[in-house]
């Protein structure tokens, strides 16, 4: 063996550390993501105003909204009330408060309005929807 050169061992890990294929990594997905969003913060206007001039059925419009609506809590059910409030105070009696006293009282103390309702499901409870519960 001659000065300078490297012993010839038969390592298993030696060809691995060459021949690896970056592209099945999770990290270089995450890495490739970042890249795009950094190019598109840094040229965002110029992007926008492609999108706008290209594709103008894709920019958001100026609107209003204007429904003359009071309060959420003044246009639920009595039921959903009922389910509200004993919902917070089971979540209390664990020590979480999920909303300030003002609305639990407002909730209490509510003047429903009987000519407006909100349609639907007033939360995120999947058994409430009546079209998910009769499916089962």
Same mark, same amino acid.
Request: aromatic share 16%; charged share 25%; net charge neutral.
């Given at each position: ?90 979540? #209390? ?5 999920? *909303? ?6 407002? &909730?209490? +103390?509510? $003047? #429903? ?5 909100? *349609? ?6 999947? &058994?409430? +929807?009546? $079209? ?5």
């Amino acid at each position: 063996m001659a000065q300078g050169e490297a012993p010839n061992a038969d390592h298993i890990f030696y060809q691995a550390t060459y021949d690896v294929d970056r592209s099945s990594d999770p990290a270089y997905m995450l890495l490739l993501c970042f890249f795009g969003y950094a190019l598109y913060l840094v040229f965002q206007s110029y992007f926008h105003m492609i999108v706008h001039k290209y594709f103008p059925q894709l920019t958001i419009k100026e609107f209003n909204v204007d429904e003359h609506m009071g309060y959420y809590q003044n246009y639920l059910i009595q039921e959903d009330v009922n389910w509200i409030l004993k919902e917070e105070d089971n979540m #209390r009696m664990y020590g979480m408060w999920t *909303k300030n006293e003002n609305l639990m009282k407002s &909730l209490r +103390n509510r $003047k #429903r309005d009987a000519t407006k309702k909100l *349609k639907g499901v007033h939360t995120y409870d999947l &058994l409430k +929807n009546p $079209k998910y519960s009769s499916s089962f």
